[in-house]
Every structure is written in C-alpha cells, then in structure tokens.
Nanobody
Framework: QVQLMESGGGLVQAGGSLRLSCVAS????????MGWYRQTPGNQRELVAV???????TYADSVKGRFTISRDHMNKVAYLQMNSLKPEDTAVYYC???????????WGQGTQVTVSS
C-alpha cells in the first residue's frame, strides 16, 4: 500500500507563493497518477491538479496559470507550486495517488493552506 506524506502548507498573504510536497512510499511510483485535491469546511473535496506517470498535467480551471504540478521519479515526490495565491485558495490540500495498474487509491493526511487578504 502506498503511503503519502504532505508538507509545505502554511499561512501566506494574497499574491504570495507556496510549494507543497508529497512523498510517496511503499509502492511503485512510476505507475501512480499523482494528484492534489482541496477541501473547505462543508464542501466536497475538489480536484486541483493531477499528473500522469508520463508527466502530463491536468488543472482545475480555477488554478490554471497559477499552479504547477510536477513529479520527481527518483525521489518519489509530487509537488504543487502555487503562485499568485488568492484567499479563495484557502483549504486543506490533500495528496492522492492512483495506480494505473489496479486503480488502487490512497490519500495523505492533508496540509492546511491559508491565504490572507
């Protein structure tokens, strides 16, 4: 089973930047689609960005042009670079992995991102 550990959240002013990291262990990183999702109280978890094993990214419309997802196969890490942050980006951000082999899915524990206006 894949274990995911996020880091990099925190408090930042609007217009600022943060980089989230997600370290994967216990699985074969090269067959994992890696994703970042976010959730605010009372709302469903929503997709922010995903990246395929080959590196192709997909973004939610709300973050296009501001966020960049990437992955480091050697160190088994997925990143989410967040620029031009807005107060509406405030949420708990979760790392997700999904195997292209058996479709098994795993989640990290989440990291809080707070953007002040």
């Amino acid at each position: 089973q894949v274990q995911l550990m996020e880091s990099g959240g925190g408090l930042v002013q609007a217009g600022g930047s943060l980089r989230l990291s997600c370290v994967a262990s216990g699985g074969i990183f090269s067959v994992l689609v890696m994703g970042w999702y976010r959730q605010t109280p009372g709302n469903q978890r929503e997709l922010v960005a995903v990246i395929s094993p080959g590196g192709g990214p997909t973004y939610a419309d709300s973050v296009k042009g501001r966020f960049t997802i990437s992955r480091d196969h050697m160190n088994k890490v997925a990143y989410l670079q967040m620029n031009s942050l807005k107060p509406e980006d405030t949420a708990v951000y979760y790392c997700n992995s999904r195997s292209v082999r058996d479709l098994s899915e795993n989640w990290g524990q989440g990291t809080q991102v707070t953007v002040s206006s």
